[in-house]
């Protein structure tokens, strides 16, 4: 069974950074797709980024040059990187998994099969 667990969200300024983590287990390394989605409070869930199990990886445009997605090497955690944050960039972010062959993508949220618990990003402005 997939469990994913977020950590590193929190409360910043505009213009600073944060970087989440997603704690991810229970599943073959490689054979999943992983991704992170954001949802403020009255909006839908929105895809930020995603990367797939060759390693490419996909941005919305709301994020494109300011967040980055990575792996750790044993592709036990996920990361968002997140610098340059707006006040519009607040909300709950997901970290989101999907086996092999991916059928999720950042436009379908419902496709994606497990997700974590969320942790909370505030940025003031």
């Known amino acids: 069974q997939v469990r994913l667990v977020e950590s590193g969200g929190g409360s910043v300024q505009a213009g600073g950074s944060l970087r989440l983590s997603c704690a991810a287990s229970?599943?073959?390394?490689?054979?999943?797709?992983m991704g992170w989605f954001r949802q403020a409070p009255g909006k839908e869930r929105e895809g930020l980024a995603s990367i797939d199990v060759n390693g490419m990886t996909r941005y919305a445009d709301s994020v494109k040059g300011r967040f980055t997605i990575s792996q750790s090497n044993a592709e036990t955690t996920l990361y968002l990187q997140m610098n340059s944050l707006k006040p519009e960039d607040s909300g709950m972010y997901y970290c989101?998994?999907?086996?092999?062959?991916?059928?999720?993508?950042?436009?379908?949220?419902?496709?994606?099969?497990?997700w974590g618990q969320g942790t909370q990003v505030t940025v003031s402005s």
């Open positions: 989101a998994a999907d086996p092999w062959p991916c059928f999720g993508n950042l436009a379908a949220a419902r496709l994606w099969d497990n």
């Open positions: 229970g599943y073959r390394y490689s054979s999943v797709c």
